[in-house]
Nanobody, 125 residues
C-alpha cells in the first residue's frame, strides 16, 4: 500500500486560493487512482476530486467544479489540488486517498485503500 502525506492547508479568506499537495511513497504511484475527499465538522466525509491512473481522466464533485483543479506528477509521486474562489462551506479537513488501478468514475471512498492524515482548510467569510 502506498503511504500518503498531505500538506498545504491553512486559513484563507473567502475568494482566496490554496494549493494542497499529497506526497506518496512505498508503491507504484502511476498505477494508483488518486483522490481528494473532505470532511466538514458534523458531516460525512465526501468526495472532492479524483485523477485516474490511466488516460488522464478526472472527476469533480459538482460543488467544486470550475473552482478546484486536480493534477498529478508521476515523476514526483505527488497529486495536487488547486483550490480557487474558496467559500466558507469549503472549510473541512481534506484527505488524500489512493486506490490501486481503480476506476476514476467510482467515487466510493470504501474502495480507496490508502489515506493520508488530513490537512485542515479554513475559509473565513
Amino acid at each position: 500500500q502506498v503511504q500518503l502525506v498531505e500538506s498545504g492547508g491553512g486559513l484563507v479568506q473567502a475568494g482566496g486560493s490554496l494549493r494542497l499537495s499529497c506526497a506518496a511513497s512505498g508503491g507504484t504511484f502511476s498505477r494508483y487512482t488518486m483522490g481528494w475527499f473532505r470532511q466538514a465538522p458534523g458531516k460525512e466525509r465526501e468526495f472532492v476530486a479524483a485523477f485516474g491512473w490511466t488516460g488522464g481522466n478526472v472527476e469533480y464533485a459538482e460543488s467544486v467544479k470550475g473552482r478546484f483543479t486536480i493534477s498529478r506528477d508521476n515523476n514526483k509521486n505527488t497529486v495536487l489540488l488547486q483550490m480557487n474562489s474558496l467559500r466558507p462551506e469549503d472549510t473541512a479537513v481534506y484527505y488524500c486517498a489512493a486506490k490501486f488501478m481503480g476506476l476514476v468514475t467510482v467515487r466510493d471512498q470504501r474502495l480507496f485503500g490508502s489515506w493520508g492524515q488530513g490537512t485542515q482548510v479554513t475559509v473565513s467569510s
